[in-house]
């Protein structure tokens, strides 16, 4: 089954999916491993790829600290191009506790099997936790045609 892209010209070709409870914890400056990952192999390489991160759970421990995310292709590219991450979440105040869902269009290239992998960083020394309190995180990863 494929789905038009409504005035896009492209489709989405496939869709797979994978959820996780498993909780990461950082106080590392650098890029860490969340156990959040799906693999998905694309039919063309002209195909870009929607990576969605939903429900994820976090806990930035204390006031001042900085939780940071991004993907890794084959958990050796960076997609963000930043050392910060997509997006990062501030306690300033106090512990911060909630949800954070994500997503990046990647074009891999590739008709081989490609894996996307959640990572993670405290951005000033603090613990952060992904998935915080087994928070049910949903990984998704859409094949759209290219044109």
Do not use: H
Not at 22 to 42: D, G, M
């Amino acid at each position: 089954m494929s789905v038009s892209l409504y005035g896009s010209g492209q489709t989405a070709i496939q869709i797979v999916s994978a959820t996780n409870s498993t909780s990461t914890s950082t106080s590392s400056s650098s890029f860490v491993a969340t156990n959040l990952a799906i693999t998905i192999t694309p039919q063309s390489t002209t195909s870009k790829i929607l990576i969605m991160v939903i429900g994820g759970g976090f806990d930035t421990q204390a006031s001042g600290r900085q939780i940071a995310p991004t993907f890794y292709r084959n958990n050796t590219t960076e997609l963000t191009g930043n050392s910060l991450g997509f997006g990062t979440l501030y306690g300033g105040n106090s512990q911060i506790q909630g949800s954070f869902n994500c997503g990046f269009v990647d074009s891999p290239s590739t008709t081989s099997a490609t894996t996307y992998t959640l990572y993670l960083k405290s951005n000033n020394g603090g613990t952060v936790i992904w998935n915080a309190a087994t928070a049910l995180t949903t990984i998704l990863a859409i094949e759209i045609s290219g044109s």
